[in-house]
């Protein structure tokens, strides 16, 4: 599901973005026109988050929530299955990412 949040960057919309946040795992968009009563420094706790997570990718080399990764080195899936997930999406970062686990490990 995703969820339409009008006005997220003032004081309401912004407090209700990060309490959905805290309790469920779906996207959110926001639209805002940033009058007066929008903040752009309202959301930068999830902006910090995010960048968060893009920088410890970029450092590492290592997807942050890849699932299919922690199955297949866990042994829950095999290579073929693993395969058979990334095969399909072997164009984007993700497939081509979980195609390189199956080559070097």
């Given at each position: 599901?995703t969820?339409?949040?009008t006005?997220g960057?003032?004081?309401?919309g912004a407090?209700?973005?990060?309490?959905w946040?805290?309790?469920?795992?779906?996207?959110?968009?926001?639209?805002?026109?940033?009058?007066y009563?929008?903040?752009?420094?309202s959301l930068?706790?999830l902006?910090?988050?995010?960048?968060?997570?893009?920088?410890i990718?970029?450092?590492?080399?290592?997807k942050?929530?890849?699932p299919e990764?922690?199955?297949?080195?866990?042994?829950?899936i095999s290579?073929a299955?693993?395969?058979?997930?990334a095969a399909?999406?072997?164009?984007g970062?993700?497939g081509?990412?979980?195609?390189?686990?199956?080559?070097?490990?």
């Open positions: 599901m969820i339409l949040v006005g960057a003032g004081f309401i407090n209700f973005i990060l309490e946040f805290q309790h469920v795992d779906e996207t959110v968009v926001n639209v805002d026109k940033l009058t009563a929008g903040n752009r420094g930068a706790s902006r910090a988050a995010a960048n968060f997570m893009e920088t990718e970029e450092r590492q080399g290592l942050v929530r890849c990764e922690i199955a297949y080195r866990m042994g829950f290579a299955e693993l395969e058979a997930i399909p999406i072997k164009h970062n993700y081509a990412y979980l195609m390189d686990i199956l080559e070097h490990g």
